[in-house]
């Protein structure tokens, strides 16, 4: 009861926050992506980075790679880390569950599971299709850790739900391996992918992808204030005249089309949905209304600045981004269960 | 009951009474039946392979006749030391689970789960990458070192006011594996490539490179690791009957609980500096070892550890033969098996006291 007394004065304080904090993340976003087009293995001026796109000629090679390599991946970078830091969001807000990220609880692991099965069976890559495989495989996986940890003793709970999704992703990474052992050529491509990498699709995905992500982003935002409600637990919701049982079915769907397209993209990338919407909070309290817009624009921000990181590390090397993600998020996990867990 | 208790145990006295056990002949049964199996599979596999041999042609090959054929060769160089090595790495990793188990009181603790192999892993990776001039004896050394950092840190982490917490405890196992994977495959990403290869085949949990330089030190590790963690297993019997009890019986509850660890870990690293890590082994084989057959805990070890045994000689056996001549490390195939057992586990009433 109190969290309800507390709300209006609270609410109000996270609405200065919020609106005054909007042109800092912005501009912060765009620092980051405008930093990641001018570094790499060669770097490249601002000042070029940004004639490139004013006056782009096809005939000058740094324009030719800000334009033609950087760019594409640069928007894949934004785009994920939105994706992810939202779908963390929207995961721990329903499943009232701090360690809940579609890495975690089994998703990204059904997602490549299915991808790299179909690849492997049809020797096929890329196009249309790839999202639509990528999400029917994150959506069974979903069911079936919601599934096991829900036939556990004493039900759906953190504990079992990250056990569960922690067994399901065990198994199906075996079953990958095997996969990929026993047809080696038709899954070489897929090496690179699978650690959670940038680097390796074209920018002809991006395509296809982005207007999954971009959709599942906008329904995302509209789902935003029914889930701060569910998240104050389902008899309030229900109370307060919320359908509890199709706003989860909305939200797992758009959550499986946010990792879907992430993974089809990148592959699985790691704790970028746990870390981001923690973070999040800590600024502007649980009211998704904030949450998940700012989950997104952080999210970008953040993955952004870890791409050009894992390029500029062992330049001229570099580092599959999905490793530094989970470097940075695995400790945050232990402090998280340290916290919560009792 | 006590009669029908008395029944189904030999009683065991030393003549002047010093020492008396009271032994569950089902216990015996069943572990004599395993060596059995372990034996079967054992000879099994040195028949079995891309490389048919009769019965007979393999046992004229184990007594030293015609020592200069092929046969002997593949024989002695490749299937015996690789099946031997398979039946002790499963024995010690049962073992070690089984101990992690009883010391965390976690029906779900096992070496691969909360980041004690991973430790292990990221610990020989790091050798081969970083100091590739060391020789391999250096392995176990590292692995155990890696090992046991890992476990103290999660130890420490899952520790507070209120004791420690089996959830706490697999949960934060569970992020440490990641962090380590992380960090290993990092290593692998820019270590120089050859380096990196064969640590990468090492790290797929496969025994396709075992020979008998890694059967002596399994060996002689485990003639010293064994009767240690049986000579614990009487003060762990005292403590699962609570601290109190323990210290009223004379059992310093914190020594035994760091000695049985640190004899946990040691087994864990071993098998997996041998190996590479082979997950869930340490998982299944306590729990199966129980529905088995009710045992005391020392004879309890024993039963796990011919389990595991079994385990592992028969997932290299199927790895190597189902999809020849592709061939399936053990570890994998132990964690397509282990998965569906942990499910199971997480939904016994058993596993509800502990978590």
């Avoid at chain 1, 829900?150 to 992703?169: D, E």
């Avoid at chain 1, 769907?253 to 946010?258: D, I, K």
């Avoid at chain 1, 390029?311 to 232990?334: D, K």
């Avoid at chain 2, 789960?113 to 990776?125: D, K, W």
Wanted: glycine content about 8%.
């Amino acid at each position: 009861m109190t969290a309800v007394a507390v709300a209006p004065t609270a609410s109000r304080q996270h609405l200065w926050l919020g609106l005054s904090a909007l042109p800092l993340c912005v501009l912060a976003v765009v620092v980051l992506f405008g930093w990641h087009l001018a570094v790499g293995a060669r770097s490249v001026p601002l000042g070029t980075v940004f004639e490139a796109f004013i006056h782009y000629d096809p005939s000058q090679f740094d324009h030719l790679i800000v334009r033609q390599l950087r760019l594409p991946r640069a928007i894949m970078a934004a785009l994920v880390g939105a994706s992810l830091a939202v779908s963390g969001a929207l995961l721990q807000g329903v499943t009232r569950n701090p360690l809940a990220e579609p890495h975690i609880l089994g998703l990204m692991a059904g997602a490549s599971f299915a991808v790299v099965m179909v690849v492997g069976v049809f020797s096929w890559v890329g196009g249309f299709w790839l999202p639509w495989v990528a999400a029917g495989g994150a959506l069974v996986a979903a069911l079936i850790v919601w599934l096991i940890a829900q036939w556990a003793p004493g039900g759906a709970t953190p504990l079992t739900l990250t056990l569960a999704g922690a067994a399901v992703t065990v198994f199906l990474t075996a079953l990958i391996s095997v996969a990929h052992l026993l047809n080696q050529q038709s899954f070489e491509q897929l090496r690179v992918w699978l650690t959670g990498s940038l680097s390796g699709q074209g920018k002809e995905l991006l395509w296809v992808a982005a207007p999954w992500l971009l959709v599942a982003l906008a329904l995302a935002m509209a789902l935003a204030s029914k889930v701060t409600i569910l998240a104050m637990g389902d008899e309030v919701a229900l109370g307060l005249g919320v359908r509890t049982g199709w706003l989860k079915v909305q939200v797992l769907l758009c959550v499986v089309a946010l990792t879907a397209g992430s993974v089809a993209l990148v592959g699985p990338l790691g704790f970028v949905g746990l870390v981001i919407p923690h973070a999040v909070r800590l600024f502007f309290g649980s009211d998704y209304r904030w949450i998940v817009p700012y989950s997104a624009l952080v999210g970008a921000g953040y993955l952004l600045g870890v791409d050009t990181i894992a390029r500029l590390i062992v330049r001229p090397q570099e580092i599959a981004t999905g490793i530094v993600t989970a470097l940075v998020g695995a400790p945050l996990f232990i402090h998280l269960v340290r916290q919560r867990a009792r | 009951m006590p009669s029908s208790s008395l029944h189904s145990h030999w009683i065991v006295r030393l003549t002047n009474e010093r020492l008396s056990l009271r032994v569950p002949r089902r216990a015996v049964w069943v572990l004599l039946g395993l060596l059995v199996a372990v034996a079967g599979l054992i000879a099994l596999s040195l028949m079995l392979g891309s490389y048919s041999m009769s019965p007979a042609e393999v046992w004229s090959v184990l007594l030293g006749h015609d020592a200069e054929s092929d046969r002997a060769t593949v024989v002695w160089e490749f299937r015996f030391p690789r099946t031997l090595v398979a039946a002790m790495v499963g024995a010690m990793l049962a073992m070690s689970g089984a101990a992690l188990q009883s010391v965390t009181r976690n029906a779900l603790a096992d070496p691969s789960l909360v980041g004690i192999s991973q430790g292990a892993g990221l610990a020989v990776v790091a050798l081969t990458i970083v100091w590739p001039e060391l020789p391999a004896a250096w392995r176990p050394w590292a692995a155990f070192f890696g090992s046991l950092t890992v476990a103290a840190l999660i130890q420490a982490l899952s520790w507070n006011r209120n004791g420690g917490s089996s959830i706490r405890f697999i949960l934060m196992g569970i992020g440490m594996a990641a962090f380590i994977t992380a960090i290993t495959s990092a290593l692998l990403t820019y270590g120089q490539v050859e380096r990196a290869l064969s640590a990468l085949a090492w790290l797929s949990g496969s025994l396709h490179a075992a020979s008998w330089s890694e059967v002596k030190l399994l060996v002689v590790w485990l003639l010293v690791l064994l009767p240690l963690a049986l000579a614990l297993s009487r003060s762990m019997a005292a403590l699962q009957m609570g601290e109190a009890t323990a210290v009223g019986l004379g059992v310093s509850a914190r020594w035994v609980r760091y000695a049985l660890i640190s004899v946990a870990v040691a087994l864990a690293a071993i098998a997996t500096a041998a190996v590479g890590p082979l997950g869930f082994v340490g998982l299944i084989a306590p729990h199966a070892a129980r529905r088995l057959a009710r045992a005391g805990v020392g004879l309890h070890l024993l039963l796990s550890a011919a389990l595991g045994a079994t385990i592992v000689t028969l997932a290299d056996l199927a790895g190597r033969t189902l999809f020849a001549p592709v061939q399936i490390p053990a570890g994998l195939v132990t964690a397509i098996i282990g998965v569906p057992v942990f499910v199971v586990l997480l939904h016994r009433a058993h596993a509800k006291n502990t978590l």
